[in-house]
């Protein structure tokens, strides 16, 4: 019987061995992500910018030092949850990953879905959201609602950091003020998961 570690590193070295889209033509590192491969909760962005293709690390650059102060201001540590994106290497430009790019990677994220076997799946944005619902979606529609999704799983929409660094207002009802809410609704998950 394989291990979780020995699986992510079957899928991990995937990953680097892939030339099923453009993408890999761009690539420094493959990204394929990090924390904990028992973690009840997994955030997923759309695909690593210029920090992360350099490191081979998710969500380093400005958003996801965001994210990381996101998930601060809760007690949440990065180690405990597990942070992926849809598409493993960076687009050109930052761009959008495409619909074709998205599927050719997706055998990689199910993989990582099914060896963490998290509870709640944390889109953030609407690529990552549109990826699990299969359709193109509006994050501000869906956000901080939970949708029932595959294996029993549960979708918890929230709005990508860049999103946050472009729209920095505090005020009542603005991005950062519900995403305040909803980073407040992930820290209960984990408590009520700890209480099992």
Request: charged content about 25%; proline content about 7%.
């Amino acid at each position: 019987m394989l291990t979780k570690q020995e699986m992510m590193d079957a899928i991990k070295s995937r990953v680097e061995q892939c030339f099923s889209c453009p993408l890999s033509n761009f690539r420094t590192n493959t990204v394929l992500g990090e924390g904990d491969l028992d973690a009840p909760i997994m955030f997923v962005g759309e695909g690593p910018g210029a920090d992360e293709d350099k490191t081979g690390r998710p969500f380093v650059g400005r958003a996801g030092q965001l994210l990381t102060k996101i998930l601060e201001s809760v007690e949440i540590k990065r180690e405990q949850v597990y942070i992926c994106n849809v598409v493993k290497c960076r687009p050109p430009g930052n761009r959008v990953p495409s619909k074709e790019e998205q599927r050719a990677c997706a055998h990689f994220l199910l993989g990582q879905i099914a060896v963490i076997n998290p509870q709640i799946i944390v889109p953030l944005g609407s690529t990552a959201l549109g990826f699990f619902m299969g359709k193109s979606v509006s994050i501000g529609e869906y956000r901080g609602t939970e949708i029932k999704w595959k294996g029993n799983k549960t979708l918890f929409p929230m709005f990508h950091p860049s999103f946050l660094l472009r729209n920095p207002s505090r005020a009542k009802g603005s991005p950062k003020d519900l995403t305040w809410r909803d980073i407040k609704k992930i820290r209960s998950y984990l408590d009520e998961y700890k209480r099992r």
